[in-house]
């Protein structure tokens, strides 16, 4: 029993490192580090492990987990392959783009600029022009 224990515990103290690499966090070298020197520490560990939990700023252009263009980003419209199931959604696409227009996360300029870009990509399964609004 001590040493299952010992294992289960090991695992626990390194879990903000596997969760930050698996996340693919910005930070991972950095929460690696500090759970290494500092999550001996019961508040270190929590910082370690709460930070590995954070969401992660996206380079702009990259695509968001739920879909879309991650807020706060600008630039990058999400593409007709970004779409759910990868099929070429363009309609859902612009209407997210839409969304972040009125939320003000992108100007009138960039979502002109983003739905033309998203309406001139082939349909990702056919290979065929997307269709026009």
Same mark, same amino acid.
């Given at each position: 029993?001590?040493?299952?224990?010992?294992?289960?515990?090991?695992?626990?103290?390194? $879990?903000?490192?596997?969760? +930050?690499? #698996?996340?693919?966090?910005?930070?991972?070298? @950095?929460?690696?580090? =500090?759970?290494? %020197?500092?999550?001996?520490?019961?508040?270190?560990?929590?910082?370690?492990?709460?930070?590995?939990?954070?969401?992660?700023?996206?380079?702009?252009?990259?695509?968001?987990?739920?879909?879309?263009?991650?807020?706060?980003?600008?630039?990058?419209? $999400?593409?007709?392959?970004? +779409?759910? #199931?990868?099929?070429?959604?363009?309609?859902? @696409?612009?209407?997210? =783009?839409?969304? %972040?227009?009125?939320?003000?996360?992108?100007?009138?300029?960039?979502?002109?600029?983003?739905?033309?870009?998203?309406?001139?990509?082939?349909?990702?399964?056919?290979?065929?022009?997307?269709?026009?609004?």
């Amino acid at each position: 029993m001590g040493e299952g224990l010992l294992v289960f515990l090991a695992i626990v103290y390194v $879990a903000p490192i596997f969760f +930050a690499f #698996g996340r693919q966090h910005q930070n991972a070298g @950095a929460i690696t580090a =500090l759970t290494l %020197l500092a999550g001996w520490t019961f508040i270190g560990w929590m910082i370690a492990l709460i930070w590995s939990l954070t969401a992660t700023k996206r380079a702009p252009g990259a695509s968001h987990p739920a879909g879309g263009v991650a807020a706060g980003d600008g630039e990058g419209a $999400a593409s007709s392959s970004d +779409a759910p #199931g990868g099929g070429g959604d363009v309609i859902s @696409a612009v209407e997210r =783009l839409s969304a %972040l227009r009125e939320k003000g996360a992108i100007t009138p300029e960039e979502f002109e600029r983003l739905k033309a870009d998203a309406l001139s990509r082939p349909d990702a399964a056919t290979g065929a022009p997307s269709p026009r609004l």
